[in-house]
Nanobody, 113 residues
Framework: QVQLVESGGGLVQPGGSLRLSCAAS????????MAWVRQAPGKGLEWVSF????????YYSDSVKGRFTISRDNAKNTLTLQMNSLKPEDTALYYC??????WGQGTQVTVSS
């Protein structure tokens, strides 16, 4: 079955950086579009970023463009989100997703001084 396990979240000061990772199993990772999605308390879901199977033309939401970078290592079945210049409004539960339908449990990112 599809398994997506996020890691790397935590507490960071504004302006700091975090690297989120997603370990994938149970499907053919290298032909799957992958995404990062987040949800802040009291707010709706936001599609942060997605990347196609070949890694080309990734998408970023306007709120993170220029600060976050999505990447994948198909040999290791891992998805990564490098998060730089973090802002308090980036505080959310971050999910790794395969396409639109399969999500992990999420990892919490809190940006606060």
């Amino acid at each position: 079955q599809v398994q997506l396990v996020e890691s790397g979240g935590g507490l960071v000061q504004p302006g700091g950086s975090l690297r989120l990772s997603c370990a994938a199993s149970g499907f053919t990772f290298n032909i799957s579009t992958m995404a990062w999605v987040r949800q802040a308390p009291g707010k709706g879901l936001e599609w942060v970023s997605f990347i196609n199977s070949g890694g080309g033309t990734p998408y970023y939401s306007d709120s993170v463009k220029g600060r976050f970078t999505i990447s994948r290592d198909n040999a290791k079945n891992t998805l990564t989100l490098q998060m730089n210049s973090l802002k308090p409004e980036d505080t959310a539960l971050y999910y790794c997703a395969r396409g639109l339908f399969h999500w992990g449990q999420g990892t919490q990112v809190t940006v606060s001084s």
